[in-house]
C-alpha cells in the first residue's frame, strides 16, 4: 500500500483546513504581516498543545507517530466537523481497506433496492459506487436529469458528467452548489480510499481538463452525506426545486443512494407527474 500518497493528501487537508481559519475566530490577534490567509503553524500547534515541529511535520506529511488523543487536539484547533474529524483519521492511519480493482464485477442492484427506488415515482433516484459511477436509477431521474441507458457504463461517472455535460449545468441554477455537494462525497471516499491508484489519475484527468473542477476541488468541503437544498431549471417543465437525501446502502459494494424529494409548497410534483404522463 503506498503510504506517501495517503500522507500527501492528508498535508494538503490541514494546509487547506489552516488557511480556512481566521485568527480572530480563535482568539488570536490578526497582525499585519500575514503572507497567507488563515492561521500559522505556530498558531495551530498552539491551539493544539503540541510542539510546532512536531505539526510541521505532520502538515508536510512526514511519516511520523500519531496518537488518536493527539490527533483530536489538532481536529479541534482547526475546527473540524464531525465529517472531517473521520476524513483527517482516514488519512492519518492506515485504513486496512484491500486495494480495488476496476475490472471488478459488475454491481449488483438486489431486488429489494431496485423496488424502493421504483417506488419512489416522483423522486428522483441514482444509486452510486464509491467512484461515483451510476450504478441504478429510476424512471424519474431519467426525466429530470439524463437518459443513463443512453449513456455508456464507463461514461457513466456523476463527477465526470457535471463537469462535460451541459445539460446539468443548465439544468441546476445553483450548479457549483449541486457540484460541491458530489465533490464533498467524492472526498470522503478518497479518504477513505486514498491509496487506490484510480482515484489519483482521476482526479489529474479532472484537473487537467476542467479549471473549474480544480478550483471546486481545492476549495471542497467533507461530508458523507450532505443535505442540499437545488433548484433545477428544466428544458420543459421550467423551475423544479429539491431536496437533496444521501444515504449509505450497507453491503459489499459501498453504494449509495441519492434521493432528490420534491420541496413542500412548490409545484415540483405536479410537474413531473405531467412530465412522466405525457411520456
Known amino acids: 500500500m503506498n503510504s506517501q500518497v495517503?500522507?500527501?493528501?492528508?498535508?494538503?487537508?490541514?494546509?487547506?483546513?489552516?488557511?480556512?481559519?481566521?485568527?480572530e475566530s480563535v482568539g488570536l490577534p490578526s497582525g499585519t504581516r500575514r503572507?497567507?490567509?488563515?492561521?500559522?503553524?505556530?498558531?495551530?500547534?498552539?491551539?493544539?498543545?503540541?510542539?510546532?515541529?512536531?505539526?510541521?511535520?505532520?502538515?508536510?506529511?512526514?511519516?511520523?507517530?500519531?496518537?488518536?488523543?493527539?490527533?483530536?487536539?489538532?481536529?479541534?484547533?482547526?475546527l473540524l466537523n464531525a465529517d472531517e474529524r473521520r476524513y483527517l483519521y482516514s488519512l492519518a492511519f492506515e485504513s486496512g481497506a484491500e486495494p480495488y480493482s476496476v475490472k471488478q464485477e459488475a454491481v449488483h442492484i438486489s431486488p429489494s433496492l431496485q423496488k424502493i427506488i421504483t417506488e419512489l415515482k416522483y423522486c428522483p433516484v441514482m444509486i452510486s459506487d464509491r467512484m461515483c459511477n451510476i450504478v441504478g436509477w429510476n424512471r424519474a431521474a431519467a426525466y429530470v436529469f439524463l437518459d443513463f441507458d443512453r449513456i455508456p457504463p464507463e461514461e457513466r461517472n456523476m463527477i465526470r458528467l457535471l463537469f462535460t455535460r451541459r445539460?446539468?449545468?443548465?439544468?441546476?441554477?445553483?450548479?457549483?452548489?449541486?457540484a460541491s455537494?458530489?465533490?464533498?462525497?467524492?472526498?470522503?471516499?478518497y479518504g477513505q480510499y486514498v491509496e487506490d491508484e484510480w482515484y489519483d489519475r482521476f482526479l489529474e484527468e479532472m484537473k487537467k481538463g476542467h479549471p473549474d473542477f480544480n478550483r471546486m476541488w481545492e476549495q471542497s468541503q467533507v461530508s458523507y452525506a450532505p443535505e442540499v437544498h437545488l433548484e433545477f431549471r428544466h428544458a420543459k417543465a421550467g423551475k423544479m426545486v429539491y431536496e437533496l437525501t444521501s444515504l449509505k446502502v450497507y453491503g459489499n459494494d459501498d453504494l449509495r443512494c441519492s434521493i432528490?424529494?420534491?420541496?413542500?409548497?412548490?409545484?415540483?410534483?405536479?410537474?413531473?407527474?405531467?412530465?412522466?404522463?405525457?411520456k
Do not use: H
Open 181 to 189: 455537494g458530489f465533490l464533498s462525497m467524492f472526498r470522503t471516499y
Open 167 to 178: 445539460e446539468f449545468q443548465r439544468l441546476a441554477v445553483n450548479w457549483e452548489q449541486f
Open 35 to 78: 503572507r497567507t490567509p488563515g492561521l500559522r503553524r505556530e498558531e495551530v500547534a498552539q491551539l493544539a498543545g503540541v510542539s510546532t515541529t512536531w505539526y510541521t511535520w505532520l502538515e508536510q506529511g512526514r511519516d511520523i507517530q500519531v496518537s488518536s488523543s493527539v490527533l483530536d487536539c489538532v481536529a479541534s484547533a482547526l
Open 6 to 23: 495517503r500522507l500527501q493528501a492528508l498535508s494538503a487537508f490541514l494546509k487547506g483546513q489552516r488557511a480556512k481559519i481566521s485568527p
Open 260 to 278: 432528490y424529494t420534491p420541496a413542500p409548497d412548490t409545484t415540483t410534483e405536479a410537474k413531473l407527474r405531467q412530465l412522466m404522463e405525457e
